[in-house]
């Protein structure tokens, strides 16, 4: 069971000349993905500091892979699982799901950063208030999938 699921429809300008969905969505799809898993613990990709710099999470990589096309007003589900918490990132593994059918899956990779204005990035470990959120998060849903396979039995 994914940590997170989304649910959005297709729109028309999302589509090219084929009226399939342009590949490209894919990607900004997972990371709109990764916005609202963030925001629904309570966290933010961009979160302003005091100091008016930002703790930060740019990509560090990302991949997509695509089995079946995704049309015009289909409704597609984002599955979203933390797939590991490093020192300084998060790996995320998000399946793209119509109806039944998984339709693509890929992964990003996100850094923790100081973003400065007019200065380089600064990858820093991520912050121990943040950690404590990803790893509750973790802990619920290996508590719903255990309860759940318990009530099954």
Not at 13 to 34: C, K, L, P, Q
Not at 105 to 131: D, F, H, M, W
Request: some cysteine.
């Amino acid at each position: 069971m994914p940590q997170f699921i989304a649910t959005r429809r297709v729109e028309f300008s999302e589509t090219d000349m084929a009226g399939i969905v342009h590949f490209a969505n894919f990607y900004r799809w997972m990371e709109e993905a990764e916005g609202e898993y963030r925001r629904s613990l309570g966290l933010s990709i961009m979160e302003p500091r005091e100091d008016g710099s930002y703790l930060g999470w740019p990509r560090v990589s990302a991949s997509c892979s695509f089995e079946r096309p995704l049309t015009y007003l289909d409704v597609v589900q984002l599955r979203l699982d933390v797939e590991r918490i490093g020192v300084k990132s998060v790996s995320f593994y998000i399946e793209f799901w119509k109806a039944d059918q998984r339709v693509a899956y890929g992964r990003i990779k996100t850094a923790c950063c100081i973003c400065r204005p007019n200065a380089p990035l600064e990858s820093v470990a991520i912050p121990e208030y943040q950690l404590a959120v990803l790893h509750e998060s973790e802990e619920l849903l290996r508590n719903r999938v255990e309860r759940r396979e318990s009530e099954e039995a």
